[in-house]
Each structure stands twice: as structure tokens, then as C-alpha cells.
């Protein structure tokens, strides 16, 4: 009987490795396990609605449940005991050879200062799942951005929300936006918008394109502060030759202004009456001190671990955490494994080592007398399969607004009423 292994997480980690796999031997029999009703983890559910080449990575991925063998079993929740969830790890573990966890980092990590708890603090994770309709994320509050935003962190992920919400109304054609999403947006009627992190910007984390592509929305009026920061860096430096292309915009008419402020640390934020009213840095010697009005807060400062998996105790006791193996039959990959660094096909090499790894410890291992997959369908009576994710997909494409490539079905009930043909007609 052919080796089973269960890879939990569908996101691009999980689908990459499923590839490096059948790849290196292809009798293996691999099933791509998710929480969620349907797959591809942040490439549905955290890539910008407005990057749509970016998703189309979905394709490719499509390839493995279409024509390689791969099964897809979603709306399986596992952990740990102590979580809750359908099943646990050590349960999941009985019934396959390999298990590997390739579940991601879906929290926000914290800035730990005072005030992070007001109304109107938001962290970039739970936004962008809001404006990807993440089922999990109809109670956040995107509505609810003020006229003054301050983003912290210079990443790629805090250039994707500014560029959101600097864009007007009629901006988002052709992308999986929800209109209800822009229209929040343009009723907010933002004003200021400012980008703040610690780096110097020529050591920002932005991708220049990035920054280049905000410079490209309508009515936008930028300033670019702390430069001197980066005296001496090189001329040939892409991010402040990106930054200098947004200097010059300042158009009469402009709507919005946004300002990009670099070697600030966060040290407060500051609320009246429990809602947000200031954010206050210094400069990392102390020198400086800077107090920006805000009524929205939106951090983007990276991502960990919502320890439904125990992943601190696993990575701790990993036997070779260069290659996935945290345990005998169990492995890590991608952003579970390494952190929450790295693009989409960054998890490629990565999977593939971890693949590589998984073949050689199966070489001596036994023909397999585990149950796999069977043993799920037999206990678990509304997971959901590839050919349900079809129906959804079709769906969602049919029943798209005007200028949109999608509307995304926003609840777990109406996904799964359309996956396992239940009779709720979605809304
Ligand atoms: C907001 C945002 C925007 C981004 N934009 C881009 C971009 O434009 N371009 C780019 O190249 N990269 C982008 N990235 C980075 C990219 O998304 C990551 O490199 C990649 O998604 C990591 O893949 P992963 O499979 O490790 O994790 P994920 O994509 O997070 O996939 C993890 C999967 O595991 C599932 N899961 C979690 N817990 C469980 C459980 N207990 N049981 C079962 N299943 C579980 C989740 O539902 C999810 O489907 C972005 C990241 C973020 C956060």
C-alpha cells in the first residue's frame, strides 16, 4: 500500500509541497487538509482583492486536485486537545504515515504598548481577511476607519492596505473587492494617511514596485519625511528611487494626502472615551518625539502563531527544523515552519527540502497500513471536497457586481449550503 500523507494547511505551502512530493514519487497517495470549506489559505484570503495575477497562482495549484490525485478535504478543523477543533493532531497522526503541518501564522502580532486595545486599532491580518471576506472575519470593523489613518510598519502588507485605501471609488475594476468594502471606504472620506515604520527607507521592507504603484491612484498628494535618515546610502537604492518618484505628486484637487515617515518607534496610542485619538513614536536614541492624530490605527508589523497547534513546543523540540522534521511521521513547511517571511513562491524551496526530507525517512519505513483518508469520511459527515470548491467557485463567478471578477460567498453556513448541496439557497 502506498505511503499516505495528510498535509494540513491548503495555502501555498501545503499546495507546493504536495507538488515537490508527487514530484519525487508519485504513488504516493497525499491529501491537502484545511479548516476552511475551501483552499489556497492567503491567496483567497490575504493577497490584495486588486492584485488578481497574483492570485491566478490558484491555477496552477488547481492542477494537483485536477489531474495529479491530490484529494482536498476541507471544513476539518485539527489541533491540539486543549483548542477544541474536530479532531486532534495526535488522532490525525494515527491515521496517516506523514502528517505536515503547513497551517501559517494568522495572528497579528502585537505592537505591546499602551493603548492597543482602543477602538480603532486594527491589525493588517484581520483587515485585509475583512476585505478578502474570510468567513471567520463579518464581525471586524472595516467600516469603521477614520479620516486619519496611521499605518505602522513598511512592509509589502501595510503597502497593499495603504494603496486600498488610497484608491477612489471606480479603482477596483477588475478585481474580487466586494463593492460593499469600497464603498466603506469611500464613505469613511480619508484624508490623511500616514505610513510610518523604523527602518531608514532605504532598509524599508516595501518592494519598490509597491510604493510605485500607490503613486499611480488618482488625487493623492504625497510627502516624503526623515530621508535624511538614508544620507550616504547608495544613489543606485530602489526603494528611495521609488520613494522620489511620489515626491513631486501634489495635485490641487487631491483628496487624500499621504505622508511616509521612516525611523519611528511606536511607543503609545492614546484614546478619549475608549476610541483612539493619537499615536506617539520616538526616534530609537530618544532625540525625538513625534504625536500624529489618528483616529484609526492599522499595524502591520508581521504575524505568529494562534497555538491551536502547539507550534512553540514543536518547533522547540523539532529533530531538524532545516528540513521540517519535528518529530518521527510529523513535518513543517512554509510560513509554520520558518515565519512569517517570504512571498508566495518563496514556499517553493522551501517545500521542496521539506519534501525531500519526507522521502528519504519514508525509504525506510514499512508499506503503509494506516486508513488515511477513509477513516475522515467515515467520521466526519460534512467535510467538503474539490469538486464542492467548483461549485463555489462557479458560483461566486456567476454571481459577480459589475467591474468585479468575483463576489466572494462571506459565511461558512452559505459556502457549505452550496458544497455539500444543502438546501439554503446562498445570499
Ligand atoms: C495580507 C497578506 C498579503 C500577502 N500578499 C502577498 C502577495 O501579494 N504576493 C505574495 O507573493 N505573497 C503575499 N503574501 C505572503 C504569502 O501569502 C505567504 O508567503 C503564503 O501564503 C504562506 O503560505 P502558507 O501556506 O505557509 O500559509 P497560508 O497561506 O496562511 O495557508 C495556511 C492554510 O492553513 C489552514 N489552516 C490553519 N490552521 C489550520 C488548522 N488548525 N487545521 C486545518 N487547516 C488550518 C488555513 O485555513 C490556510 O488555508 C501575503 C501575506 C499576507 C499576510
Not at 162 to 172: A, H, M
Not at 284 to 300: C, K, Q, R
Request: with cysteine; charged share 25%.
Amino acid at each position: 500500500m502506498p505511503h499516505k500523507i495528510a498535509i494540513l494547511g491548503a495555502g501555498p505551502s501545503g499546495c507546493y509541497l504536495a507538488q515537490s512530493l508527487l514530484k519525487l514519487d508519485d504513488a504516493l497517495e497525499v491529501d491537502i487538509i484545511d479548516r476552511l470549506p475551501v483552499p489556497y489559505g492567503l491567496v483567497r484570503y490575504g493577497v490584495a482583492p486588486d492584485h488578481q495575477g497574483t492570485k491566478g497562482v490558484a491555477r496552477q495549484f488547481a492542477r494537483l486536485f485536477e489531474r495529479q490525485g491530490v484529494t482536498f478535504i476541507g471544513n476539518l478543523d485539527v489541533c491540539t486537545g486543549d483548542h477544541g477543533g474536530e479532531i486532534t493532531l495526535a488522532e490525525l497522526r494515527e491515521l496517516y504515515d506523514v502528517v505536515v503541518l503547513a497551517t501559517g501564522l494568522p495572528t497579528d502580532q502585537k505592537l505591546g504598548i499602551e493603548g492597543e486595545e482602543l477602538e480603532g486599532v486594527i491589525g493588517s491580518g484581520a483587515l485585509t481577511r475583512a476585505w478578502n471576506d474570510h468567513p471567520d472575519s463579518h464581525d471586524l470593523p472595516p467600516a469603521k476607519t477614520g479620516k486619519t489613518v496611521t499605518v505602522i510598519g513598511n512592509g509589502n502588507v501595510a503597502m497593499d492596505i495603504v494603496r486600498i485605501l488610497s484608491k477612489g471609488e471606480g479603482e477596483f475594476e477588475g478585481s474580487d473587492f466586494g463593492t460593499h468594502h469600497a464603498e466603506r471606504i469611500a464613505a469613511a472620506g480619508i484624508e490623511r494617511i500616514e505610513v510610518i515604520g523604523r527602518s531608514p527607507a532605504h532598509m524599508a521592507k516595501f518592494d519598490p514596485v509597491m510604493v510605485k504603484e500607490i503613486g499611480k491612484s488618482a488625487r493623492l498628494r504625497f510627502e516624503i519625511a526623515d530621508l535624511q535618515l538614508s544620507a550616504g546610502a547608495e544613489a543606485d537604492n530602489t526603494r528611495l528611487q521609488a520613494l522620489a518618484t511620489l515626491a513631486g505628486i501634489a495635485p490641487d484637487d487631491a483628496r487624500c494626502t499621504v505622508s511616509f515617515r521612516f525611523g519611528w518607534s511606536p511607543v503609545r496610542l492614546v484614546g478619549a472615551g475608549g476610541k483612539l485619538t493619537s499615536a506617539h513614536f520616538t526616534r530609537a536614541d530618544g532625540s525625538e518625539a513625534l504625536d500624529l492624530p489618528s483616529d484609526t490605527v492599522i499595524t502591520a508589523i508581521g504575524f505568529c502563531d494562534d497555538a491551536r497547534l502547539g507550534r512553540a513546543d514543536l518547533v522547540a523540540g523539532a529533530t531538524d527544523i532545516d528540513s521540517g522534521r519535528l518529530a518521527p511521521g510529523l513535518y513543517a513547511a512554509g510560513w509554520f515552519r520558518r515565519g512569517p517571511r517570504g512571498t508566495i513562491p518563496e514556499n517553493r524551496a522551501d517545500s521542496q527540502a521539506v519534501a525531500a526530507a519526507i522521502v528519504e525517512d519514508l525509504a525506510s519505513l514499512a508499506a503503509s497500513d494506516k486508513p488515511g483518508r477513509a477513516a475522515l469520511q467515515a467520521r466526519f459527515d460534512r467535510l467538503t471536497d474539490y469538486a464542492a470548491w467548483q461549485r463555489i467557485d462557479e458560483h461566486e463567478r456567476a454571481t459577480v457586481s459589475e467591474g468585479r471578477v468575483r463576489s466572494k460567498l462571506r459565511s461558512r453556513r452559505d459556502m457549505l449550503a452550496l458544497a455539500l448541496n444543502e438546501t439554503e439557497t446562498p445570499s
